[in-house]
């Protein structure tokens, strides 16, 4: 991990530092790493981050406008470098002290890692995670996120917004700033997501991810992902988003009910 990982966060006194941390933050558990991956490598996939056109998942809806992949095999062979390090024992183990959420682990599928990349005008409503990857049968706990964005401005705007669970007042923003991670507990405490980015043309706002999971067991209640509204969005949008959240949820369970997967992560083709 010492490769990949700055080491400074793999020391016994600031890994118990984040365990408080994390255990005491507000509106929800998490923590912010700057500088989380080692200098180099953190250039290395700023400089070879896929191209957006190159990604197969297209999310334009009302509450979403951004890309995202999880085929590595087609990415540069440093952002495989850092999926076995985000995946292996010794990272469990980091992430199990620091949360203090026991046998965890990501898959590799699309819950496990990927990357997610956005243009002029990207945004994601708040919403609240689905909790439950049904294809592994597991339940999910814990997303890390890692900014991969040189030269950021505080004008692009694109701050990953935490909101408190009544939707009343956000809480934190975490800016999306180069080689910056977060690390947070994903239910119902944990509404997040960023506002519309103003950014040059040849700009894009972009993201490493890796959720990990557990056994499903005590204290699970299925939740499926929605989006909700802030205050102070437009009359026509919070009846928008009322109305399309609960019919997508229906709709998920007439085609499950079909036995027909998610669509959620359904890739535009499935050439890679």
């Known amino acids: 991990m010492k490769s990949v990982i700055n080491p400074i966060y793999l020391e016994a006194d600031k890994i118990q530092q984040l365990k408080k941390d994390f255990k005491t933050a507000k509106p929800c558990n998490y923590i912010v790493l700057p500088n989380f991956l080692t200098e180099e490598l953190a250039t290395t996939l700023y400089k070879n981050f896929p191209k957006i056109d190159t990604l197969n998942v297209k999310r334009k809806s009302l509450n979403e406008n951004k890309s995202e992949d999880y085929h590595f095999d087609r990415f540069h062979s440093s952002f495989s470098d850092l999926k076995k390090v985000v995946s292996s024992p010794e990272m469990y183990q980091f992430m199990e002290t620091i949360t203090g959420i026991k046998e965890l682990k990501t898959t590799n599928d699309s819950l496990g890692s990927g ?20 294809t592994e049968n597991l339940w ?23 909101w408190d669970k009544a939707m009343t007042k956000c809480e934190a923003n975490v800016p999306c700033d180069f080689n910056r991670a977060i690390i ?7 509404p997040h997501g960023y506002g519309k980015t103003t950014i040059p043309e040849n700009e894009t706002r972009k993201s490493f991810y890796t959720y990990y999971f557990t056994e499903v067991g005590e204290g699970f209640n299925y939740s499926d992902s929605r989006f909700v509204s802030r205050p102070n969005d437009s009359t026509v949008k919070k009846i928008a988003t009322g109305i399309k959240e609960p019919l997508k949820i229906t709709a998920k369970k007439i085609l499950k009910s079909l036995g027909v997967k998610s669509l959620d992560f359904q890739d535009k083709n499935k050439k890679k």
């Open 115 to 134: 990357v997610h990349q956005g243009t002029n005008g990207s945004y994601v409503d708040v919403h609240i995670d689905v909790n439950y990857n049904p």
């Open 140 to 162: 999910r706990r814990i997303n890390l996120l890692i900014y991969l964005n040189k030269n950021w401005k505080p004008e692009y705007g694109g701050d990953l917004e935490l």
């Open 184 to 190: 947070f507990l994903t239910d119902e405490n944990s």
